[in-house]
Nanobody, 125 residues
Framework: QLQLVESGGGLVQPGGSLRLSCAAS????????IGWFRQAPGKEREGVSC????????NYADSVKGRFTISRDNARNTVYLQMNSLKPEDTAVYYC??????????????????WGQGTQVTVSS
């Protein structure tokens, strides 16, 4: 059974950092495109970042460019989202998802078939 498990969320002050992890079981992550999405209360889910199947390209939402970095650790079968300079508007449940798209990854949730359960990120003083 394919499963994704997110971890690393929590409460952080504005300007702080968190690193989210997306660990896979039942499959090898590096053959999948991996995306990070988030959903804040009362808002639609939005794409945050993604990394292509062989990790050769990444993509970021304008709102997080220069602050967030996505990366893979194939030995650990894990994808990370390093989040720096966090803002209150980054508060949301963050989800990772796996898809089989080719080429440059896109931040459209319809491209991803397997989803984790989410991890809460709260940015507040």
């Amino acid at each position: 059974q394919l499963q994704l498990v997110e971890s690393g969320g929590g409460l952080v002050q504005p300007g702080g950092s968190l690193r989210l992890s997306c660990a896979a079981s039942g499959f090898t992550l590096n053959v999948y495109t991996i995306g990070w999405f988030r959903q804040a209360p009362g808002k639609e889910r939005e794409g945050v970042s993604c990394i292509s199947r062989i990790g050769s390209s990444t993509n970021y939402a304008d709102s997080v460019k220069g602050r967030f970095t996505i990366s893979r650790d194939n030995a650990r079968n894990t994808v990370y989202l390093q989040m720096n300079s966090l803002k209150p508007e980054d508060t949301a449940v963050y989800y990772c998802a796996a898809g089989m798209s080719f080429g440059t990854c896109v931040l459209s949730d319809v491209q991803y078939a397997t989803w984790g359960q989410g991890t809460q990120v709260t940015v507040s003083s």
